[in-house]
């Protein structure tokens, strides 16, 4: 570990860089580190290391900062690329923390924002995750689909507009089948109130789909209800730290 300390002593060309990258990749080394000595660690593994691996590693820290590194260099680098890499990240993705999924979300937000920080190809890659995210998505993580929801919307809304004419066309379909209890409460929460009107729904199934939609928003109101707020405590605590390292 005190190699990993001189950076001038830890080199490709060594004959212990890759041991030494490997143990200190380690999770009970890698949370010992200071955040800066992290962050020069992802910096000389993110090259040549499964990123999974480097993802779900910097996952296991209460800290989300190393994470956000880590995501913002593999975007930088066009990853995910492949559709089962996108599909894989936002499995991964849809497990973390809400704080973490926000924090992920603001990082999507600043790359978009400015349309010469990413290339086109990089735009499409998280588009293609977005709506990966937003696809994926259960009931029970109804905030960090609005979280990924909102850079779709408002980066993407040709993309965004197709999720919604899939996702309606589903419910439709389900009901023509004579299929209503078979419609996802999760789909269901994802359209907006103007989809759901314009659902062609037999009479005699307006009874039965009226108490799926109460039963849906009942469960959102649960899940919502059951968690603390980490959103709007990880956005206050964001807020907090720009004033403390911004302000003079």
């Given at each position: 570990?005190?190699?990993?300390?001189?950076t001038?002593?830890i080199?490709?060309?060594?004959?212990?860089?890759?041991?030494?990258?490997?143990?200190?990749?380690?999770?009970?080394?890698?949370l010992?580190?200071?955040?800066?000595?992290?962050?020069?660690l992802?910096?000389?593994?993110?090259?040549?290391?499964?990123?999974?691996?480097?993802?779900?590693?910097?996952?296991?820290?209460r800290?989300?900062?190393?994470l956000?590194?880590?995501?913002?260099?593999?975007?930088?680098?066009?990853?995910?690329?492949?559709?089962?890499?996108?599909?894989?990240?936002?499995?991964f993705?849809?497990?973390q923390?809400?704080?973490?999924?926000?924090?992920?979300s603001?990082?999507?937000?600043?790359?978009l924002?400015?349309?010469?920080?990413?290339?086109?190809?990089?735009?499409?890659?998280?588009?293609?995750?977005?709506?990966?995210?937003?696809?994926?998505?259960?009931?029970?993580r109804?905030?960090?689909?609005?979280?990924?929801?909102?850079?779709?919307l408002?980066?993407?809304?040709?993309?965004?507009?197709?999720?919604?004419d899939?996702?309606?066309?589903?419910?439709?379909?389900?009901?023509?089948?004579?299929?209503?209890e078979?419609?996802?409460?999760a789909?269901?929460?994802?359209l907006?109130?103007s989809?759901?009107?314009?659902?062609?729904?037999?009479?005699?199934?307006?009874?039965?789909?009226?108490?799926?939609?109460?039963?849906?928003?009942?469960?959102?109101?649960?899940?919502?209800?059951a968690?603390?707020?980490?959103?709007?405590?990880?956005?206050?605590?964001?807020?907090?730290?720009?004033?403390?390292y911004?302000?003079p």
């Open positions: 570990m005190e190699r990993l300390k001189q001038t002593s080199t490709p060309a060594t004959s212990d860089y890759h041991a030494d990258i490997q143990a200190a990749l380690q999770p009970q080394h890698f010992r580190l200071p955040f800066q000595q992290q962050i020069d992802l910096k000389a593994s993110l090259p040549t290391i499964d990123p999974f691996v480097l993802i779900e590693l910097c996952a296991i820290s800290d989300h900062e190393p956000i590194f880590a995501l913002q260099w593999l975007f930088s680098q066009n990853w995910p690329t492949t559709a089962q890499e996108q599909t894989h990240l936002a499995d993705l849809l497990e923390p809400d704080s973490a999924g926000l924090q992920v603001l990082l999507i937000d600043r790359l924002a400015e349309d010469s920080a990413i290339s086109t190809t990089q735009r499409e890659h998280i588009a293609a995750l977005l709506l990966q995210c937003a696809e994926r998505a259960p009931i029970q109804l905030q960090l689909f609005c979280l990924f929801d909102r850079p779709l408002r980066y993407f809304p040709q993309q965004h507009q197709a999720f919604l899939q996702l309606q066309h589903r419910c439709q379909h389900l009901l023509h089948q004579e299929h209503t078979a419609i996802p409460e789909t269901l929460l994802k907006p109130a989809r759901l009107a314009a659902l062609d729904l037999p009479a005699e199934h307006q009874s039965r789909f009226q108490g799926l939609l109460k039963r849906a928003a009942h469960a959102a109101i649960e899940i919502l209800a968690v603390p707020k980490p959103i709007s405590q990880a956005r206050a605590e964001e807020l907090l730290s720009r004033r403390v911004d302000d």
